[in-house]
């Protein structure tokens, strides 16, 4: 989309509405050129979303799509309810079709607004918390807006016309629910600019479904054709939304400062307390209402339910939290490719067996080893060979693991082994055993490979007293078996280290 569209689109709306405002004013809101504005103003915006739609992605063409159906829709009731004077010249109908595509309309408005926030835990509590607030709303709208304004028509019983007229202001109330939920929202998939709009556009829708209600619909008063204009410019905002959402930069964040998220915060934790709030001071004015009860009885358990879906999602991330700090930990400490210890981690357990072995008298060992001809493997075969090869090398060892004992990758084909309440016995028994172990065959893929083990032995406190002094005379003691041919074990010789 080139960057000119926008401004150009925009440019187009603010001249429109200024016609429309100025038509209004001369006019004072009665005139066929407002009613063939009112069907043009949807219209308009319809040829400006068209086109873009198809750069829309995801999730978010399903809202849109649904945006265009309404946009339909509205334009289709302008035209009816138009068409009541151009054409057959009679008063306006207290329900005619185009109050049901414009309830349809609102309808499809709550089903858009509801693709912004499904789905995720997060939308889930969100939603929860402001269920609340939704009930005590729709307590207050009920007991000082609605039941007052339709206090005769209880007495007198309810048609069809008032039936459908108070579904308004209940499809107002849920609209604004869900766009206070989209706004809290953390998850934010859509640019600033497309967020500014689509706020603007639906408020401006429930301002003026509500000034309609109130004041056409419930005191009678001749205002219609000024309330017009809020349709208008809410078709615009959301035209204007869909192109920003249609650029390249429909992924930006909408970065927030810290401050603001704070606030976010405490206005999230304490919506169902306000809701609380709310109905228990009505219910003090007048305690015998039925609905106020059970309004009140339904925010308690929402309450509740609330803190036990926070302590059970408090107990699922203390639980993700211990086992990420623990495989953290454990990627830290193993080697990568082998998942045997690391270097860093193998000094660490052979100074701590020392320090025990001291204060214990007794012995440790350590092992140190590489593969023989290694390096041939790698050259002929390749790296993916070698590192295979290593892997069944670390499986293998695993397969000879005993108490007390430990193995290690220092790097390259390099390993060792620390062994604590060792014996000179005992030790040379299993560096015989891996010895012989890592010398079968190995077969990987289509390869069969051959390596053999030389193994060099100390042992503390016969050879060195320092886990330095030992590595080094194991790693002396392992040039010693390769000289004599490989595949086999050798001890540092007697007080190396002494």
Known sequence: MNAR???????????????????????????????????????????????????VQGASRRFWRLIVITLVLEMLAQSIWAASDW?????????????????????LLVAAMAQLVRGGKERFRLVTDSLSLLVSLLVVSWEFVIRPAYANAWTEGIDLSVAVNMLYPIADALMLFILFIWVLNSDRQYSRSARVYIVLAFLLYIA????????VDIRELDIEGYLDACWSVGAFALAMACKHEAADTRNAAWNEPTQHNRVVQMIKFGMPYLGLLIVTFIILIDRMNPFIQYALLFIVVLIIFRQVLFFAER??????????LAMTEFVARHDGLTGLLNRKSF?????????????????????YFDLDRFKPVNDQYGHRAGDLLLQAVADRLRGLQEENV??????????????EKATRERVGRLAVAIAARLSEPYRMEELELHVSSSIGVALYPDHAVLPAELIQLADAAMYMAKREGGCRAVFAPAHEGG
């Open 87 to 107: 054409i057959w010249q009679m008063p306006k109908p207290e329900l005619s079709a185009a109050d049901v595509l414009w309830l349809l309309q609102s309808g």
């Open 315 to 324: 107990e699922r991330l203390h639980e993700r939290l211990q086992s990420t």
């Open 347 to 367: 000094l660490e357990k052979l100074e701590a067996s020392i320090n025990e072995a001291a204060r214990s008298e007794e012995q440790v060992a350590v092992c």
């Open 208 to 215: 003026g479904d509500t000034a309609y209600w109130l004041f």
């Open 406 to 419: 430990t193995f290690a990758r220092l790097g390259g084909d390099e390993f060792a082994l620390v062994m």
């Open 5 to 55: 569209s926008r401004p150009n689109a925009l440019v187009l709306f603010i001249v429109f509405l200024c016609f429309q405002f100025f038509e209004m004013i001369r006019t004072g809101g009665n005139s066929d050129l407002l009613y063939v504005m009112n069907i043009v103003a949807p219209a308009l915006a319809i040829a400006v979303m068209i086109p873009v739609l198809k750069r």
